[in-house]
C-alpha cells in the first residue's frame, strides 16, 4: 500500500464524548500510513424509509455518496440491548438501498465494540458482523476487538491510558491495513 487509503469510520453512538467516539479518534490517531481514517457521522440520518428510495432524502444522499467513496470501513459501536444501536442500523440500512444498489457493496470492513462493562459489546459486535457478510463486506476476523472497561481507557487528551491497550489497539489497526490491501489485491 503506498497511496492513501480511505477508511470510513462509522460510530454506533451519536453522544459527542462516548467511549465509541473516543477509540475511533485514538485509533485514527494510531493508524498506520496509508490508512487515512475519517468519522462519518450518522446523526443527522433521517430514518430509512422504503417509500423515499426513488428520491432519498439530501442527508442520505450525501451518507450514502460518502461510504461509495471509501476504500474500507471501520465500525466502532457500542452495544444497546445486546445489539447494535438503532442508529447505526439505520445508517446501514440507508447506505443498503435500493437493493442491489448498495454503497457497502465488497468494502473491507472490521469491527470494533466498546462497553464500560467487562464483555465488551460482544452481543453488538457480532449482531453487526450478521449484517456485513449479508452486506458482502470482507470483514476482519482477527484479531477480534471486544473492548471493555471502556471508562479506564482514555487519559484527560482522549489518548490510550496506558500500554497494554495502546500495543492491542496498534497491533488491531495494523492488521484491518493488512486486511485492506489483501482484499484489494
Request: with cysteine; glycine share 6%; charged share 20%.
Amino acid at each position: 500500500m503506498s497511496s492513501p487509503v480511505d477508511v470510513a469510520v462509522v460510530v454506533g453512538s451519536l453522544r459527542k464524548e462516548s467511549f465509541s467516539r473516543k477509540l475511533a479518534k485514538a485509533l485514527a490517531a494510531i493508524a498506520p500510513p496509508p490508512l487515512k481514517l475519517e468519522i462519518v457521522e450518522i446523526g443527522a440520518l433521517p430514518l430509512f424509509n422504503q417509500d423515499d428510495e426513488a428520491n432519498p432524502p439530501p442527508p442520505s444522499v450525501a451518507f450514502k455518496s460518502r461510504i461509495q467513496k471509501a476504500d474500507a470501513v471501520l465500525f466502532v459501536t457500542p452495544e444497546y440491548n445486546r445489539s447494535v444501536p438503532g442508529v447505526l442500523k439505520n445508517a446501514i440500512d440507508v447506505a443498503s438501498r435500493p437493493y442491489g444498489k448498495s454503497a457497502w457493496d465488497g468494502k473491507p470492513a472490521a469491527v470494533v465494540s466498546v462497553s464500560p462493562g467487562a464483555i465488551g459489546a460482544f452481543g453488538a459486535n457480532h449482531h453487526l458482523r450478521q449484517s456485513l457478510v449479508f452486506l458482502n463486506m470482507p470483514t476482519l476476523q482477527q484479531p477480534e476487538a471486544y473492548i471493555g472497561q471502556a471508562a479506564t481507557l482514555f487519559d484527560a487528551g482522549g489518548k490510550f491510558a496506558n500500554e497494554q491497550t495502546r500495543e492491542f489497539a496498534t497491533k488491531f489497526m495494523t492488521a484491518f491495513a493488512a486486511w485492506i490491501e489483501r482484499c484489494r489485491n
